[in-house]
């Protein structure tokens, strides 16, 4: 029953929906994706590791990023030191190292001129080979003698206490200037006997990007603690709560095997990263590599230019500094300093690297597989690159064909290029350009390469975290010829969207008796608009046709049709011609079509992500853009809406700040990946919001031209401040009846409203309120938890748990003798009901406290919905700028039901028959947020 028992016979003296009339059309203009738009990215440590990839001067750093290899790590220059290095000397050698008196050095590893390519032969032993300092104790002396050494700087800056040791440690040098943290490298040799298991060997100090956790504020002096059963524990100083000033553990690991502490020279790299800008809640990072090197650096060690999976004589541990505010807190630089046991004396050397001037990496070949769209100047392809680039430091990426001669390119020429602020550059090339082959036919495309060129300074090397290469989709408008099925037209119904955007459906029942609409006998899909016409405008004049509010676009996807003429004989009994008038009436051809539609999200449903894209990788020109963060949500979103054949005109999505939590592994979308589902979950898990179509707005870039229109793509929120569209009672929300018999159940009865905070509603009279329904929270505790490296409270990965638990104290008294619950709310349970959110690639603290507190209000509270059934409304948003023309209630849109706050979550218009245009509503009552 549609109405109330004696409103239905009423209806033909006052409609309830005079002057609404529906408008069906069939083959309408739309916009389809013809060519898939290309996006491959590849993060640092994915570039370059298949067999046709070339790297020359350049190695990648774990845990940074790809940079210069220092010339000390080449093979030909390894003990070359003052050409591949530059050493840090004593004061007495001519640098500002304060040495102990007792402390002696000495030059060693020079290999024959034979053996080492690049040495000067004939060369002095000081021009070409490592200087080592050691205490200089001879037979009569003793290690007790204080000139071995630095007792006032060991008073005022003492290192770590490790509490199972008890040995001795001297201060035996100290620079005279702040670590500026350019990278070091320490090379150490412990002769003479073993020393037991946990004693102390050697502590190298440096300085490097200060930390911030939970209950301590860093100051970014570190010390490397090196112990005789090979364990390393790396520290950094600073301040605890309660203002105490001490040394916080940051990271434990192996600098050699157990048995290797002791006559072996170990070469240990401490590269020191600190990021432009924070990234995902960290301020930089420290890389330590420890490789027993020898008189011959073996090919698989430390000076090994690209990081590979497995290297036996190498260990490598990363630390990232962690940061709690928007701002990490202020270094305070310390010089490098370094302490050996007392009873020890081995030789040690120190220094900073040296760059050689340039360095490239030729990635892994790759194709753009089927390109039918090759527009010159039109459509592009980008060549990115992100990193950071100190100053006097530059990085360039070229594009060539894949399997040329690494040492003589042929480089493509670029059509344009420029920089991302703070995060990179780019090169565009036109496809016209480019090697390809078979275009024509839409065939495979050639095999290409990206050079990515370090150029540096002796001192100084670029980083890069990622390349990126893309190209944009060709759209077009596929026009068959519109045609309308209106008085055809029995009965229709187009569900909208609710939180999920593809259950947008519709369904129309069509009577053709005289066989005028001949492409639904013979079609499978086509494309439809359902549109609605409004009182106050001259719908007989055709240049107000743009005007019509659309109600649902799509596709249909299925078509059955039903013969309801008959097929009678020509002839009769004796043969004789027969003709039955009765029988032609309306006609033999007669059809009855039933038809189910699906909107527009059925073809994005159809897209499928085109190549391996890492979201992990921000590329993002924006001043608030951390360098290498991952991507913003909504940039994703823009991105995603890209791929699915949105143009950027076509495309509203706000910039909001929350950002992917990419893990470990990144946040990569994969080949074949649904990317319409992975946009819905983006948009409901990262920012609670949802993405629809729109097609009653228009961006500025469209102009003023309705006939320039086109469908928008867009985000949704729930609102931060509440505009109420529309209020649905069972009578006027003011104004006195006429004296009409059936005043008060018509549109035209209900004069515009006045919501709490004074804005004007649309009214509609409620037909049957026909469902109210109460649906318990999912939860009224929840754990969240995730790992943060570097933090305290580490896991057996080395990695820090951080967790975080919120209540619904108004679902259950969780703490006895306080009460809470509230027994009359739709969030009261009589028992606690736990969740937990185990995700690994949480790891900073805000993360979890807005993981937390999103997902207690997204599931851990109750809900009241409603359901009722109503003339359907359309409506005009004052908040919306791009709306153009009215449109129906759409999901989350605030009204008001029975003078109560509640927001849509579902709107069916429908009509039977007899023109009258009804809506089939549901919505949720406003939550309470915890």
């Given amino acids: ?90 004061t007495d050698d001519g640098g500002d190292l304060q040495m102990a008196a007792g402390m002696a050095g000495e030059y060693g590893y020079r290999s024959p001129e034979t053996d080492q390519p690049g040495s000067t032969t004939g060369g002095s032993v000081a021009a070409n080979s490592m200087l080592m300092y050691a205490k200089g104790v001879d037979a009569a002396d003793n290690y007790d003698n204080a000139a071995y050494r630095l007792d006032a700087d060991q008073t005022a800056f ?150 590979a999976t497995s290297l036996p004589q190498t260990l490598t541990l990363k630390y990232f500094v962690p940061m709690r ?66 100053s006097g430091t530059s990085v360039e990426v070229d594009l060539m064909d894949a399997g040329g001669d690494p040492d003589s390119p042929s480089f493509y020429t670029p059509v344009s290029s420029g920089t991302i602020a703070g995060v990179g550059g780019w090169r565009a090339y036109d496809p016209a350009d480019l090697a390809l082959y ?23 090397t670029p980083t890069v975290y990622a390349e990126g290469i893309t190209k944009r989709g060709i759209t077009t408008v596929t026009t068959p010829g519109e045609w309308e099925a209106q008085l055809k037209l029995l009965e229709w119904s187009a569900p909208g969207a609710a939180a999920d955007p593809t259950t947008e459906s519709a369904s129309f029942r069509i009577e053709d008796e005289t066989v005028s609409l001949p492409l639904l006998r013979n079609r499978s899909t086509i494309a439809y608009s359902l549109e609605y016409e409004y009182p106050g405008v001259d719908w007989t004049d055709p240049s107000n046709a743009w005007k019509r509010s659309i109600l649902s676009r799509g596709y249909t996807t299925s078509i059955v049709q039903t013969q309801k003429g008959s097929d009678h004989p020509t002839v009769d009994a004796n043969g004789d011609p027969y003709v039955d008038p009765r029988h032609d009436y309306p006609s033999p051809d007669w059809r009855g079509f039933q038809i189910e539609a699906a909107g527009e999200w059925q073809r994005a449903k159809s897209v499928l992500a085109p190549y391996l894209h890492d979201f992990s990788v921000s590329w993002e020109n924006s001043t608030d853009t951390p360098t290498g963060d991952p991507e913003k949500a909504t ?13 950027d005109r076509q495309i509203d999505i706000p910039d909001l700040p929350i950002r992917l939590w990419a893990g470990s592994e990144g946040f990569i979308v994969t080949p074949g990946q649904d990317i319409l589902e992975l946009g819905n979950r983006i948009a409901r898990d990262y920012l609670l919001g949802w993405l629809y ?41 003011a104004s006195a009846l006429t004296g009409l018999i059936f005043g008060g159940h018509a549109l035209n009865d209900f004069v515009p409203g006045v919501g709490p905070s004074g804005e004007t509603m649309v009214g509609a009279p409620i037909y049957k309120l026909w469902r109210e329904e109460r649906i318990p929270p999912e939860f009224n505790k929840l754990v969240v938890q995730g790992t943060a ?52 690639t949480i790891s900073t603290g805000r993360a979890i406290g807005f993981i937390a507190h999103h997902a207690m209000n997204y599931a851990g509270t109750g809900r009241i919905r409603r359901a009722w059934v109503a003339p359907m409304v359309s409506v005009t948003d004052p908040n919306d700028p791009f709306q153009k023309r009215p449109r129906r209630l759409r999901y989350y849109d605030p009204v008001m039901l029975l003078g109560e706050q509640y927001f849509i979550r579902s709107c069916t218009p429908y009509s039977r028959k007899d023109g009258v245009i009804l809506a089939r509503y549901e919505a949720e009552k406003q939550v309470v947020p915890i």
């Fill in 438 to 460: 078979g275009v024509e036919s839409g065939s495979q495309t050639g095999a290409f390469q990206v050079r990515t060129t370090l150029n540096g300074t002796a001192s100084s």
């Fill in 158 to 307: 003492p290192g770590p206490t490790v509490l199972t040791d008890t040995l001795v440690m001297d201060r035996v040098a100290v620079g005279q200037n702040p670590h500026n943290e350019k990278a070091l490298t320490f090379t150490l040799e412990t002769g003479g006997p073993g020393a037991k298991a946990s004693a102390k060997l050697s502590e190298r100090f440096f300085s490097g990007p200060a930390s911030e956790t939970q209950g301590f504020t860093g100051y970014g002096n570190y010390c490397l603690d090196l112990m005789g059963d090979g364990q390393l524990q790396l520290w950094e100083k600073g301040k605890f709560a309660g203002e105490r000033i001490g040394w916080r553990s940051c990271l434990i690991g192996r600098w050699c095997e157990p048995n290797r502490a002791f006559g072996t020279t170990v070469t240990i790299d401490v590269n020191i990263h600190r990021y432009s800008r924070p990234i995902n809640g960290k301020s930089g990072a420290i890389v330590v590599t420890c490789a027993e090197s020898g008189s011959a650096p073996a090919a698989t060690g430390i000076f090994m230019a690209v990081g």
């Fill in 325 to 390: 505010q928007a701002t990490p807190p202020p270094t305070m630089p310390q010089p490098v300093r370094w302490s050996d046991r007392r009873d020890l004396a081995p030789r040690s050397h120190a220094s900073t690297p040296r760059y050689p001037a340039t360095g490239y990496v030729d990635d892994d070949p790759f194709g753009f597989g089927s390109m039918i769209g090759v527009v010159p100047g039109v459509v592009l392809v980008y060549v990115s690159w992100s990193g950071d680039v100190p």
């Fill in 693 to 733: 179509y729109d097609w009653n707005s228009a961006t500025p870039d469209m102009g003023g031209d309705p006939a320039n229109w086109d469908v928008m793509i867009r985000f949704g929120q729930p609102p931060s401040t509440i505009t109420n569209l529309a209020y649905f009672d069972k009578r006027p929300m």
């Fill in 789 to 840: 490296p570097g933090e305290t409270g580490q896991n057996s990965h080395g990695q820090a748990t951080i967790r975080q638990t919120v209540y619904n104290f108004r679902s259950y008294n969780f703490h006895p003798g306080v009460p809470t619950a509230d027994i009359t709310s739709p969030d009261w349970l009589p028992y606690p009901k736990e969740a937990k959110i185990i995700d690994p």
């Fill in 635 to 647: 940039t994703a979103l823009k991105r995603i809406a890209g791929w699915l054949g949105f143009t």
């Fill in 1 to 90: 029953m549609l109405f109330p028992t004696g409103i239905s016979s009423a209806i033909g003296l006052h409609p309830p929906t005079p002057g609404h009339r529906a408008v069906l059309k069939f083959d309408t203009p739309c916009r389809v994706l013809t060519e898939s738009p290309f996006s491959l990215t590849r993060k640092a440590e994915n570039m370059g590791r298949g067999s046709n990839a070339h790297w020359k001067g350049t190695r990648y750093v774990q845990g940074i990023g790809i940079q210069l290899t220092p010339l000390a790590h080449q093979i030909g220059n390894a003990h070359e030191q003052t050409d591949a290095t530059d050493p840090m000397l004593s």
